[in-house]
């Protein structure tokens, strides 16, 4: 009896196995999705630029208020049949002016988005209700289902991200003012309202995207953990960038080439990929502060 | 010479409430002059009128010349100290570079003349030691010293210093305040520094604007700094009491209640 359950186990561990990794047929798969991978890339970029200011300006939280409130404009979109990527963007676009006009200041920030997370989460979930059509479309949205986004809307995610990486660029630096010491930048001419608004926008549009790709409820593993990685081993203003970059690709393309074998959708494997590249990174200034301490004892 | 910033019957206040009113004050180049008086008394609302961000109520204000506006590049700004938090990624240096060139939008490349400049920036402050140390692992006055280079950026001049030697150690409030005056010495560049303690600048101060329950006086230290003075400021008793080079004054009803940790109640 115990030969047989042990049998049993390993059938069960072998099926698993074969549901999360399958890399039969990988060639054919990988030149039909390779569109995805494209999207899922650029995103990967963008999203790791666009997260350094995340963290900088402490908006985690505004991050995850905007894509709900996306998540409930690409329900409404799939419910009445019009473009759910355009859904989405307006979605996000909203959230992320109402968050910009009542919240300037953190705390406040932090009050509307409490308040606005579950009102969005709401919509977008009777919206689904009411939708007749399958129930894959529905999770799709709050999960992720880049593989199921057709070419033109994938076209439409690429140019969004495209917008975002050349905004962000144009307004870098006054931006990383802004977001160091908004009073003294204000006092060097820094237009910081303006500012703040240019990157609310960036951020809405970005969400949409990461909505679309990773779904509403993982959209932090690309928006916010590949920077907050970077800034655990670096303090260089161009290294976290390039850094928090090169996390966000590696996340969202690895996610992508692991998931399609399998048949379980692709947002874990990308959310598994940036949580470990973030304990990774903790490790290594765990280690690195070790050894800093260490010669200080030995010298006093 | 001409006055680098010049007050003409100048009023402000909030509602019913008068900060200051017929305010007249000329700063002239090379000038130190201290801003003190009790919290709520408008020595903040004094430096946004002067940086363009507070239209004045009656009056005029003039800066070099010209009517002040908002993000004048020849007015060099020191807040108060906030600490800047561990994991920012900013090195000391980066401080001083969104001083040179942070307002500026476009790609994010920093020209040769400008990491120079840099370097001359950092030299002038003594901060080239830790130029390349993240910003968040430096001490407050280390920070502090950092914004003084910011501020030098744009070559500027008038400092305007909003409590910057606040919640540093004696020794940096000394280091920090002795790098301004140095500054006012060699480039002439004129300083309005609001304060609630005068002691750390005492030596250098050349007039003190006293605000308090919508009044003023100006005047050098001597003038102003007595107990008959404060208490027809204050309208009630104060005693201005020196000890050792220091100022002390006692009695003042709106300092004590946020000073009641400080041992002393500091001009």
Same mark, same amino acid.
């Given at each position: ?37 494209? !999207?899922a890339?650029?995103? #990967?970029?963008? #999203? ?11 908006? /985690? ?37 109402v ?26 979930? %009777? @919206?689904?209700?009411? $939708? ?6 529905? @999770?799709?949205?709050?999960?992720? &289902? ?13 140019g969004?991200? %495209? ?38 926008l ?32 670096s ?8 850094l ?5 690709? *590696? /996340? ?6 692991? !998931? ?17 590249i ?22 006093s | ?37 009790p919290?709520?008394?408008?020595? *903040?609302?004094?430096?946004?009128t002067?940086?363009? &961000? ?11 010349? =010209? ?18 938090g ?18 500026? @939008?476009?790609?994010p @490349? *920093?020209r ?17 030691? $830790? ?8 001490? =407050? ?26 919640s ?24 309005l520094?609001?304060?609630h303690?005068?002691?750390? +600048? ?7 604007? $006293? ?6 006086? +100006? ?14 400021? $204050? ?15 006692v ?11 400080? #041992?002393?109640?500091?001009?």
């Open positions: 009896m115990s030969l047989a359950l042990i049998r049993l186990a390993e059938g069960d561990a072998g099926d698993l196995w074969s549901r999360m990794f399958d890399f039969s047929d990988y060639g054919a798969l990988l030149g039909l999705v390779s569109n995805s991978i494209i !999207a890339a650029v995103l #990967g970029i963008v #999203g790791g630029l666009v997260g350094v200011f995340v963290m900088q300006r402490d908006m /985690a939280f505004a991050v995850h208020g905007i894509s709900e409130l996306s998540f409930a404009g690409a329900a409404a979109a799939l419910l009445f049949g019009v473009n759910v990527v355009a859904g989405s963007v307006a979605g996000a676009l909203i959230a992320a002016l968050i910009g006009v009542l919240g300037a200041k953190a705390r406040d920030r932090n009050s509307i988005v409490g308040v606005l997370m579950p009102f969005g989460l709401g919509l977008g979930i %009777l @919206f689904l209700a009411l $939708y007749p059509g399958r129930s894959a479309n529905k @999770f799709g949205l709050l999960t992720g &289902q880049i593989v199921s986004v057709d070419d033109p809307q994938l076209g439409w995610l690429i969004m991200s %495209l917008v975002v990486l050349i905004g962000m660029l144009l307004i870098w630096r006054p931006l990383s003012f802004d977001s160091l010491d908004s009073d003294v930048a204000a006092a060097r001419g820094v237009p910081t309202r303006f500012l703040s608004f240019a990157f609310m960036l951020l809405g549009l970005i969400v949409a995207v990461s909505v679309q790709i990773i779904g509403a409820l993982l959209v932090l593993a690309l928006l916010v953990t590949p920077a907050a990685a970077a800034m655990r081993v303090s260089s203003p161009l290294l976290v960038p390039v928090s970059v090169l996390f966000g690709l *590696t /996340a969202a393309v690895g996610g992508i080439l692991l !998931a399609i074998g399998g048949s379980l959708p692709i947002s874990p494997y990308i959310t598994t990929i940036s949580f470990a973030y304990v990774g990174c903790r490790l290594i200034a765990w280690g690195r502060g070790r050894r800093r301490v260490v010669p200080g004892y030995a010298g | 010479m001409s006055a680098v910033l010049s007050l003409e019957g100048a009023a402000l206040g909030f509602g019913d409430r008068t900060l200051w009113n017929g305010l007249n004050l000329d700063i002239a180049p090379g000038e130190f002059i201290a801003v003190l008086g919290n709520g008394s408008g020595k *903040t609302s004094m430096l946004k002067v940086l363009g &961000q507070q239209p004045l109520d009656s009056g005029s204000i003039r800066f070099a010349c =010209g009517p002040v506006r908002r993000g004048d590049r020849r007015i060099g700004y020191i807040p108060q100290q906030k600490l800047i561990p994991g920012t990624p900013l090195r000391g240096r980066d401080l001083l570079t969104l001083g040179v060139n942070g307002h500026r @939008f476009g790609l @490349f *920093t040769r003349a400008e990491r120079e400049h840099v370097d001359a920036l950092l030299e002038a402050v003594g901060a080239t030691r $830790y130029g390349n140390e993240p910003v968040g692992n430096l001490s =407050g006055g280390e920070q502090q010293r950092l914004r003084v280079g910011q501020a030098l950026a744009g070559d500027p001049l008038l400092l305007l210093c909003d409590e910057p030697l606040l540093l150690d004696l020794q940096h409030q000394r280091g920090v305040s002795e790098l301004i005056d140095r500054r006012r010495r060699e480039h002439n560049t004129a300083v520094f609001v304060t303690d005068v002691n750390p +600048i005492l030596g250098m101060v050349d007039r003190i604007l $006293y605000l308090a329950g919508g009044q003023f006086r +100006i005047g050098t230290p001597d003038e102003v700094l007595q107990s008959a003075v404060l208490t027809e400021l $204050y309208g009630t008793p104060v005693e201005c009491i020196r000890i050792g080079g220091r100022v002390i004054v009695g003042d009803p709106d300092a004590e209640a946020h000073h009641h940790h400080a #041992g002393e109640l500091p001009a």
